[in-house]
C-alpha cells in the first residue's frame, strides 16, 4: 500500500461548481481585490471571530505586513519559538528587527515559562508559533506581555481553528497571521494568506500597507508593499472556507485514532494532549525512538513520513550571524532528533491509517 502525503488531488477532485464560479468571476473582470475578496474576508474574520481580516498574498507577509503596522524596525528585538518554519523569522528578518529564540516544550510551542528572560528593553513584539496546530500556551503568554506591554502576533499558520478554551488561535494576539498555501489545512491554489484583527487602527493600517499605501486612486498615505490576495484565489477560499469545522473535525478524529493505537507502542510518545486545548494536527506529529530508522522503514514500505524539521531553524546555515551553537535551545533539538509526521488530514482513509499503524509496529516488534 501507498500512503501519500499530499492529498491536493482528492481534495479537488470535484469542484464543478467551483469552476462554474471561476467562469463567472472571469467574466467580470474584477481581478484586483473587489467583492469576492470582502466576502472572503468577511467570513474569514466571521470563522475566527474577529473584527475584522485582511487578504494578504501569503502567511509569511500577514506576519510582516502586522510587524509592519506595529512600527517594527531595524534594532528591534522580536522574540520568536526555536522552531518553526523558516518564513517566521524570514518576515521578522525582512522589517530588520533581530530574531531572539526560545525553546519549545512539550507542546512543540515556544516555552512560556521562559519568556521572561528573554525580554530586554529592546523587544517590540513576541511572534508565538502555533507550531502542528497545537496552541502556545497564550493565558500565560499575555499575562506576561501585558504586563511588559509588549505587543503579540500570533503566527496561526498552522493551527486555523486551533483553540484555547474555546478561544481561537488568532484572537489572542494583536493580530493572527494564517496561510492559505496549498499545504495548509484551508488552502487556495496558489499562495495566499489573511491577518485577523479586532483592533480598528491595526486593520486600518495593514489595510493600507497591503496595496502600496494607497487609501484611494491617487492619494498614496504610508509607502507600503503589493501584498494584496489574488481575488482568482478568493474565489477558491470562497468555496473551501465553509469546509473548515469539517476538514478540522475529521483531522481530530484521525488523530485520535492514531494516539489511541499508538499508546500501545513503548517506543512512541504521544505529547500530551490537555484537554481545554483544541489541537488541528496540521501535522500529526509524535516522538519515537531510533527516529531516523522508523522513518526509513515507512519510506520502503511506501509510506511518506516526513520530519518537521530534522534541523531546527535557530541551527540554519542562513542564521550562523546570530552566534547560535547546539545545545542553545535543548528541547528544540531533541525533538529534531526525534519526532516523526505521519499523513492524517481529512482525506486519509482508514485502511491507510492502519496500515501506518502497523508499519510502525511492525518496525518495533522485529528490531527491538
Ligand atoms: C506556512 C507557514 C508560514 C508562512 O506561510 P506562507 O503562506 O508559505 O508564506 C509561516 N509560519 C508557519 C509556522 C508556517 O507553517
Known amino acids: 500500500m501507498q500512503v501519500r502525503y499530499s492529498y491536493l488531488k482528492q481534495q479537488f477532485a470535484n469542484c464543478d461548481d467551483l469552476w462554474d464560479e471561476l467562469k463567472k468571476f472571469v467574466s467580470t473582470g474584477d481581478f484586483t481585490l473587489g467583492k469576492h475578496l470582502k466576502r472572503f474576508e468577511k467570513n474569514f474574520a466571521n470563522l475566527i471571530g474577529t473584527k475584522y481580516a485582511i487578504g494578504v498574498n501569503s502567511g509569511?507577509?500577514?506576519?510582516?505586513?502586522?510587524?509592519?503596522?506595529?512600527?517594527?524596525?531595524?534594532?528591534?528585538?522580536?522574540?520568536?519559538?526555536?522552531?518553526?518554519?523558516?518564513?517566521?523569522?524570514?518576515?521578522?528578518?525582512?522589517?530588520?528587527?533581530?530574531?531572539?529564540?526560545?525553546?519549545?516544550?512539550?507542546?512543540?510551542?515556544?516555552?512560556?515559562?521562559?519568556?521572561?528572560?528573554?525580554?530586554?528593553?529592546?523587544?517590540?513584539?513576541?511572534?508565538?508559533?502555533?507550531?502542528?496546530?497545537?496552541?502556545?500556551?497564550?493565558?500565560?503568554?499575555?499575562?506576561?506581555?501585558?504586563?511588559?506591554?509588549?505587543?503579540?502576533?500570533?503566527?496561526?499558520?498552522?493551527?486555523?481553528?486551533?483553540?484555547?478554551?474555546?478561544?481561537?488561535?488568532?484572537?489572542?494576539?494583536?493580530?493572527?497571521?494564517?496561510?492559505?498555501?496549498?499545504?495548509?489545512?484551508?488552502?487556495?491554489?496558489?499562495?495566499?494568506?489573511?491577518?485577523?484583527?479586532?483592533?480598528?487602527?491595526?486593520?486600518?493600517?495593514?489595510?493600507?500597507?497591503?496595496?502600496?499605501?494607497?487609501?484611494?486612486?491617487?492619494?498614496?498615505?504610508?509607502?507600503?508593499?503589493?501584498?494584496?490576495?489574488?481575488?482568482?484565489?478568493?474565489?477558491?477560499?470562497?468555496?473551501?472556507?465553509?469546509?473548515?469545522?469539517?476538514?478540522?473535525?475529521?483531522?481530530?478524529?484521525?488523530?485520535?485514532?492514531?494516539?489511541?493505537?499508538?499508546?500501545?507502542?513503548?517506543?512512541?510518545k504521544i505529547p500530551t494532549r490537555p484537554s481545554d486545548y483544541k489541537i488541528v494536527y496540521h501535522l500529526y506529529m509524535v516522538l519515537a525512538e531510533r527516529r531516523d530508522e522508523l522513518l526509513r522503514h515507512c519510506i520502503a514500505n511506501g509510506i511518506e513520513a516526513k520530519i518537521h524539521y530534522p534541523v531546527p531553524i535557530y541551527l540554519q546555515p542562513a542564521l550562523l550571524h546570530l552566534g547560535h551553537k547546539q545545545g542553545d535551545y535543548p528541547v528544540a533539538d531533541e525533538q529534531a532528533k526525534s519526532t516523526i509526521t505521519f499523513p492524517c488530514d481529512q482525506h486519509i482513509t482508514k485502511d491507510e491509517m492502519n496500515y501506518v499503524i502497523e508499519i510502525v509496529k511492525s518496525f518495533y516488534a522485529q528490531k527491538s
Open 60 to 268: 509569511t507577509d500577514a506576519i510582516k505586513l502586522s510587524l509592519k503596522a506595529l512600527g517594527i524596525k531595524q534594532g528591534d528585538e522580536v522574540i520568536t519559538a526555536a522552531n518553526t518554519f523558516v518564513a517566521t523569522v524570514g518576515a521578522i528578518n525582512e522589517l530588520g528587527a533581530k530574531i531572539v529564540f526560545i525553546d519549545c516544550d512539550d507542546s512543540f510551542c515556544m516555552n512560556v515559562n521562559h519568556l521572561e528572560n528573554y525580554i530586554t528593553n529592546k523587544t517590540k513584539a513576541i511572534v508565538p508559533v502555533h507550531f502542528t496546530g497545537y496552541m502556545t500556551n497564550m493565558p500565560k503568554l499575555l499575562e506576561i506581555s501585558n504586563r511588559f506591554k509588549i505587543p503579540v502576533i500570533e503566527d496561526a499558520c498552522q493551527s486555523i481553528l486551533g483553540a484555547i478554551d474555546d478561544k481561537n488561535a488568532g484572537t489572542w494576539g494583536e493580530t493572527g497571521a494564517f496561510s492559505l498555501h496549498p499545504l495548509k489545512n484551508i488552502n487556495v491554489w496558489s499562495d495566499g494568506g489573511m491577518i485577523v484583527t479586532s483592533n480598528r487602527n491595526l486593520y486600518n493600517k495593514i489595510s493600507l500597507l497591503r496595496n502600496h499605501g494607497l487609501s484611494n486612486r491617487n492619494n498614496v498615505e504610508i509607502l507600503g508593499y503589493n501584498s494584496r490576495l489574488d481575488t482568482i484565489q478568493a474565489v477558491v477560499g470562497n468555496w473551501l472556507l465553509p469546509t473548515t469545522h469539517e476538514i478540522t473535525k475529521k483531522r481530530i478524529v484521525n488523530a485520535t485514532y492514531y494516539d489511541n493505537a499508538f499508546r500501545g507502542i513503548s517506543e512512541i
